[in-house]
């Protein structure tokens, strides 16, 4: 899946598999086992997960952090009920 990141990324997996095969190596304390190929299916749902994540996120930092009114009510008290009754804040 590309990403905005992805040499980033890239470097940053290709630094944690090093390190994580020379603990393994050195320490035996675990083994590294390769993750299973993730059926197309699956990886379909996964990326629609993701980037609905990611929508919720970004909206939740923007209205959050802004002077909209949207999310005044959690600005001024973060256990301020939600107006539906048995929801949590």
Do not use: C, I
């Not at 590309?2 to 304390?29: F, I, Q, Y």
């Not at 993730?38 to 919720?56: N, T």
């Amino acid at each position: 899946m590309p990403t905005r990141m992805a040499d980033w990324e890239a470097t940053a997996r290709d630094n944690l598999v090093a390190a994580a095969t020379r603990l393994s190596r050195e320490t035996g304390l675990f083994e590294l086992v390769p993750a299973p190929a993730l059926d197309p299916l699956l990886a379909d749902q996964l990326e629609a997960h993701v980037g609905l994540y990611e929508r919720v996120a970004q909206s939740v930092f923007v209205y959050g952090r802004g002077d909209q009114d949207a999310w005044a009510h959690r600005k001024t008290n973060s256990t301020t009920p939600s107006a539906r009754p048995g929801v949590s804040a």
